[in-house]
């Protein structure tokens, strides 16, 4: 194997993350061996400490991988002044996004009801700290600048549990359709316009 050693050991880590979503296609975290996750990576079951200190430890890497450059993505597409647009592009973001990932997607619905409860727990994190950073972006737009914090909190709650459950529509439409992915973009789009189009009528109570 060439490249430098940290260069070795980043592909390693990179082997072993790809091997158990491999595994979780069709399989819930806590059934799965650190055997069976070295042996998809093709090292040896030691070698899987150099990486990560436990199986736990694992799936909160997963975690963290498949969400953060979701939120990288939409915080792009938020930077635009027109709601219209940003709506519009983070739809198109969201949807093609899980298509190129659907491993680390499913992955992330089957375990955020059921599963290990530490990862339960990490994707609830993540998945706040997703709606805390909207909430923080909707100041900018007219309207909303003057709402209470916990107002404004609800607003961008309710448009990530959108986001959450378009992410579930994406992973039961059938593969390879371009149809099914642009219903699911058009259904996305409009409940997050009927969400901001019925915000202005909100009077919060500052």
């Known amino acids: 194997m060439t490249g430098t050693r940290e260069e070795r050991k980043q592909r390693t880590r990179a082997a072993l993350m790809e091997s158990a979503l491999e595994l979780l296609e069709d399989?819930?975290?806590?059934?799965?061996?650190?055997?069976?996750?070295?042996?998809g990576a093709g090292v040896v079951p030691t070698a899987f400490y150099r990486h990560f200190e436990t199986m736990?430890?694992?799936?909160l890497a997963l975690i963290e991988e498949s969400i953060?450059?979701?939120?990288?993505?939409?915080?792009?597409?938020?930077?635009?002044?027109?709601?219209?647009?940003?709506?519009?592009r983070s739809a198109e973001i969201l949807v093609r996004h899980v298509r190129a990932h659907p491993r680390h997607f499913g992955f992330i619905a089957r375990e955020r009801?059921?599963?290990?409860?530490?990862?339960?727990?990490a994707?609830?994190?993540?998945?706040?700290?997703?709606?805390?950073?909207?909430?923080?972006?909707?100041?900018?737009?007219?309207?909303l600048r003057e709402w209470s914090t916990e107002d404004l909190n609800i607003l961008a709650?309710?448009?990530?549990t959108t986001m959450v459950a378009t992410i579930d529509s994406i992973l039961d439409a059938p593969p390879d359709s371009p149809e099914a992915?642009?219903?699911?973009?058009?259904?996305?789009?409009?409940?997050?316009?009927?969400?901001?189009?019925?915000?202005?009528?909100?009077?919060?109570d500052t």
């Open 56 to 59: 736990e430890e694992l799936g």
């Open 113 to 121: 009801g059921s599963g290990v409860p530490a990862l339960r727990a």
């Open 181 to 204: 992915e642009a219903e699911v973009m058009r259904i996305a789009r409009k409940q997050m316009t009927m969400i901001v189009i019925g915000a202005p009528l909100w009077r919060s």
């Open 157 to 160: 709650g309710l448009l990530v």
């Open 68 to 88: 953060r450059s979701l939120r990288a993505m939409i915080r792009e597409a938020r930077s635009d002044p027109d709601p219209e647009d940003v709506i519009r």
């Open 123 to 143: 994707i609830r994190t993540e998945i706040r700290l997703f709606a805390s950073e909207l909430a923080t972006d909707l100041t900018r737009f007219p309207g």
């Open 27 to 39: 399989r819930s975290f806590d059934s799965l061996s650190l055997r069976e996750v070295a042996r």
